[in-house]
Each structure stands twice: as C-alpha cells, then as structure tokens.
C-alpha cells in the first residue's frame, strides 16, 4: 500500500513563504554596526524602499518558514494538501522534509509559479546552509536538457510563470493572482507575500502557512488549465476535477481557516458566450 501511494503521486505542486536571517543580514550589510537581527532586516529594507521601491530582500538572504504542497496523480486529481513541519515551521526542517517527500515520492514533477527564480534557490540554498545532499536534484552526469535543474525540464520542474510567459520573452503582469482571477479563484485575497516578514515577527506563522495553502490551490487551477491548453486535458474535465477539488475543501473546511477563507471567495470560470 505504501507503495502504491507513492506511485499515485506524479505531481507536487507547491509554494513557499520566506523569511530573511536577520543575523546573516547583519554580517554581511552592516558590518562592525552590532546591529540586531530585526534592526538589520529593517534597515536593509528601508534601503531597499527607498533605492528600488519594494522592501523584498534578496533571496539569499531568506529562510523558508512555509512549504505547502499539493500532492496530485498522474490523472490531475488532488489527493492531499499539506504544509512542512507544524506547527513548529522550522527552516531547517522545512527544507529537509521538502527534499526527502520528493525523493520518497519518486522524484514526481514539480510545479510551481515562478519556483525557479525564487521557491527552488531560497530550498537550494536551505541545503546548502544545513549540509543537505541531493544529488538526484543535480544529476550533474546527465545530459544538460536533462538535469533536473535545466530550465526547459518541464518534466522535473513545470513552472508556470516560465510556461506563461514563454520564457520571459513577455512579461506576466499580474502574475499568478491574474491568472487566478480569470479562473474564478480568490488569488490575493488576503495576506501577501509582502507581509510575511511582519507576520512572522508578531508570532504568526500559522497565518502565513494558510496564506501559502491559499497561493499553492491558485497554483493547482491555473496548472490544470495549462494542462487544457497543451491538450492533456479537455475542458470537461478539467471542471470536473475543479468541482471534486472544491467539494474536497468543503470536507476539509471546518478545521481550516485557510480552506473556509478560500472558499468564502470561491468563483467559478465563466465559459464565453455562445
């Protein structure tokens, strides 16, 4: 049975929320300032205000404190959601178990939304910072286009940011809370990433893993309709996977805040008229 389950799981689709390491910021900006972690995130943030007017640190500097993922088999359905290391959300772990669920599962297809500019080198980096090997993820001794980490391995990593915008020739504004919308679904309906760092220094990490539950559901419709696009997919069943996924939350919605703010915000896509 256990192996049957992880046969089941050909996709992970997954978000993550990151955090920065006040005390490396300190080292490595503002060095001989003694400054305290939360002083040297602040004042690394003004700066960042004031020179480029958004207050997002580098993703060097970051810690993931939220990975929600969305295990799905090879049919596009949804199985089980599931955020890393609660109620403790500790980085370390985060990213360990991060790395081992993808291994123990088989190393299924990743899918993310913009994951290779941010999600994969904030979990890169993660195993670097705590000694973590993952030597599948490299595969240096393959061929290029076949490396996990290559660009245009879809079959590794499918990111939607990078299928949208055929590779950055355009840029996607909007981004995945655009693409959300235009499918009915909440997107940013309440939290952004922009306060992620507030949230967790007032304790509330709880909230961000919901808001990151929120981002990863997003992920999963816009990934189905992508899947109608290339025609692994039609339409009919694409919303029909739409509404087991929403009856899914229904079950699962009195015991999540997270599932109960999504659905509160439900829309269903609007077929064009005839």
């Known amino acids: ?36 972690a939360e002083a040297a995130i602040a004042k690394y943030r003004a700066e960042l205000m004031e020179t480029t007017g958004k207050d997002v640190l580098p993703v060097t500097y970051m810690l993931p404190v939220s990975v929600a993922i969305a295990k799905i088999d090879p049919e596009f359905r949804l199985l089980d959601l599931v955020v890393l290391d609660a109620p403790e959300y500790r980085p370390h772990r985060i990213a360990q178990l991060f790395w081992q669920g993808w291994q123990h599962y088989g190393y299924p297809t990743l899918v993310s939304f913009n994951g290779r500019s941010y999600d994969m080198p904030v979990l890169e980096l993660a195993a670097l910072r705590y000694g973590f090997s993952i030597p599948a993820w490299f595969s240096l001794e393959l061929r290029s286009f076949e490396q996990p980490r290559n660009r245009y391995n879809s079959s590794s990593h499918f990111d939607l940011c990078d299928f949208f915008s055929n590779f950055g020739a355009t840029r996607l504004s909007g981004g995945l809370n655009l693409l959300a919308n235009v499918l009915g679904k909440p997107g940013k309906s309440g939290i952004d990433g922009s306060m992620v760092q ?35 997919l039609t339409l009919q069943r694409e919303q029909q996977l739409v509404g087991e996924t929403k009856t899914w939350l229904e079950n699962q919605a009195d015991n999540s805040p997270a599932y109960q703010h999504y659905l509160s915000h439900w829309g269903d896509w609007q077929p064009p008229p005839a």
């Not at 256990?2 to 080292?27: H, N």
């Open 198 to 232: 507030d949230f967790h220094h007032q304790g509330r990490d709880e909230e961000i893993n919901d808001y990151c539950r929120c981002d990863v559901l997003d992920t999963y419709f816009v990934f189905l309709r992508s899947q109608v696009l290339q025609g692994k």
């Open 1 to 36: 049975m256990a192996d049957e389950k992880r046969t089941a799981v050909s996709y992970l689709v997954f978000d993550i929320e990151a955090i920065a390491d006040g005390e490396l910021v300190s080292r490595i900006r503002f060095p001989g300032e003694n400054l305290s």
